[in-house]
């Protein structure tokens, strides 16, 4: 057995919610947005009464089914520190983070559990653990952070057989770093912090920063297609990840870390997005980059959400390299500034008065504007000619510079996003999000049609839902339109919330966009497959799952809906 350490050292989130206990959302120091929620969804934060911590001893946990004789076969691979059958072990590996996830584990609805939870140290110990659970047609669920929120990680309710969440915690180092050509080999249970730490201590980063970046993997971000907030200058993880290593029955898939390769259909491509179908990820060889010289983050307003759109299409389209390029449209910056903490003195002033009146000198809309963050890092020289350049852009599309205030705070609560969904659903609100890509030529018509769509559930519902969006991770031939959409429930949350998110997947597939940018499929977004991919895609995909796994024994159901 590897004398690495045990399971003790590995980091889980809370079992109810995002984070670690004691980090949540608190509002009290942003005095705009108490205002704002009961603006936009009607909740009135000053009365509502905010659930307190659920219980762990109040729930139903379903029993386990793994015999003995197989606990201890996993056993005698990993020791007895690192395999359990304890409820609370179960329970954390059982969901993500979705807010259909939440609401089951906080209102004692778990169907089905995984049986035993394992925590190997090493590939070897992993290859074993798959071989003795395909020799028992067991199902393997692979397990990196738990931040997934598309239903990737749950278990079919109706599977029988013995079910064993694979956690990758104890594997989380940075192995070796080629430094003649930028490639780092890291461990698939690294989480974003543990590797950019490591890599920082030697001079590099990865510049891949997901939402989720504090609580997932490197495996699981390979996984799922993930994308950061800096993928304009870094790309999303298809363009990072060269190399990969996955253990399958009886063997390892090794994919060498090449520039490029026209070695047939791509199996690099077929591992990137399967969701552990596949088999289990243990090593992804990433293409890392120097720590750079400077990096800031500006803001720019804009009078309204089409010119903002045309500017960062300008933007893809030109000489221009930013590391990021994002905007809001104006329900988000209406949010956005509703979040603001307090301020005083000059910031009060610049913010509350200077600055609007700056703009409606402009003769804009106040209700229009539509907030930009935009990204610059390399070489001091660098980083100032690509700000040039994007300035002349703003400049002539008639948007306005506000500098790097707004960015550092940007920068300071990028990683936060997730908590305020636990906190909405403390004071009985779903706020959850959506993600799409589409062309330049569609961008606004899926962005209007996503709202008719939302708007149209929350009518069905009798509801005065929210609905808010921002586009990032710009290609040269469109975006991801990121939505965030939050409404008070009635009596059955979670099919309220199913008519919301399924109006707007609809959306996006009668919109020309896809059901997905960067979250992955799952079982969420796996009714909408066929419509994405086409009929014959999906024979495809089905082939190559059948084939690579007739028994189903890796995460089935996941992706093609069984």
């Not at 009607?42 to 509502?48: C, I, K, N, P, S």
């Not at 969440?165 to 461990?187: E, H, M, P, Y």
Request: charged content about 20%.
């Amino acid at each position: 057995m590897n004398e690495a350490a045990d399971r003790s050292s590995v980091r889980h989130m809370k079992w109810w919610g995002w984070g670690v206990d004691g980090v949540g959302f608190h509002h009290e120091d942003k005095p705009g947005f108490a205002p704002f929620v009961k603006f936009a969804v009607g909740l009135d934060l000053d009365t509502a009464e905010r659930a307190s911590e659920p219980s762990f001893e109040d729930l139903n946990v379903p029993a386990s089914n793994a015999t003995a004789e197989f606990t201890e076969a996993l056993t005698a691979i990993v020791g007895s520190d690192n395999v359990t059958t304890d409820d609370m072990a179960r329970v954390v590996h059982t969901y993500g983070k979705s807010i259909r996830d939440l609401i089951r584990v906080r209102g004692n609805a778990i169907l089905r559990s995984p049986d035993v939870v394992i925590y190997p140290a090493d590939e070897a110990e992993i290859q074993a653990v798959v071989d003795a659970a395909v020799a028992a047609n067991a199902v393997i669920i692979p397990f990196g952070g738990g931040s997934n929120i598309a239903g990737t990680l749950e278990p079919i309710p109706g599977e029988t057989r013995t079910i064993v969440s694979l956690d990758l915690g104890r594997l989380r180092r940075v192995i070796d770093i080629d430094t003649d050509s930028g490639l780092a080999r890291i461990q698939a249970g690294s989480q974003g912090p543990d590797l950019e730490e490591q890599l920082n201590q030697q001079g590099w980063t990865i510049g891949h920063f997901p939402d989720s970046f504090t609580h997932s993997t490197v495996g699981g971000w390979v996984a799922t297609r993930s994308s950061g907030m800096q993928s304009d200058k870094y790309g999303d993880i298809a363009d990072i990840a060269r190399g990969m290593r996955v253990v399958r029955p009886g063997g390892v898939l090794v994919l060498r870390p090449l520039p490029s390769t026209s070695s047939g259909p791509s199996v690099r491509e077929m591992i990137l997005g399967s969701e552990g179908r596949l088999g289990v990820i243990t090593e992804v060889t990433v293409q890392v980059h120097r720590i750079p010289a400077k990096r800031d983050v500006y803001a720019y307003f804009f009078p309204n959400w089409k010119t903002g759109i045309a500017t960062m299409q300008a933007i893809s389209e030109s000489d221009a390299a930013p590391s990021i390029t994002r905007i809001s449209d104006s329900r988000e910056t209406s949010f956005s500034l509703a979040t603001s903490k307090d301020r005083k003195g000059v910031s009060k002033f610049m913010a509350e008065s200077a600055l609007p009146g700056i703009m409606k000198a402009k003769g804009w809309n106040l209700d229009d504007i539509c907030l930009s963050f935009i990204g610059f890092e390399g070489s001091v020289s660098h980083a100032k000619h690509q700000k040039s350049l994007v300035d002349d852009i703003v400049k002539k599309h008639g948007g306005m510079g506000v500098g790097t205030g707004p960015g550092i705070l940007y920068d300071q609560k990028k990683f936060d996003t997730p908590y305020l969904r636990d906190f909405l659903l403390d004071m009985g609100a779903a706020g959850d999000v959506s993600e799409t890509a589409a062309p330049w030529s569609k961008l606004v018509g899926v962005h209007e049609a996503v709202y008719a769509a939302a708007h149209g559930a929350y009518k069905q519902l009798g509801n005065d839902g929210w609905i808010m969006s921002h586009m990032s991770h710009s290609y040269h031939s469109g975006a991801c339109l990121y939505f965030t959409f939050a409404f008070t429930f009635g009596d059955d949350p979670i099919a309220e919330y199913n008519l919301v998110k399924n109006a707007i997947q609809q959306a996006f597939v009668d919109n020309h966009a896809t059901i997905s940018h960067h979250h992955g499929v799952g079982l969420e977004h796996s009714p909408w497959i066929t419509e994405d991919i086409s009929a014959e895609g999906v024979k495809i995909m089905a082939g190559l799952f059948d084939s690579a796994d007739p028994n189903k024994n890796f995460n089935p159901g996941k992706i093609i809906p069984s």
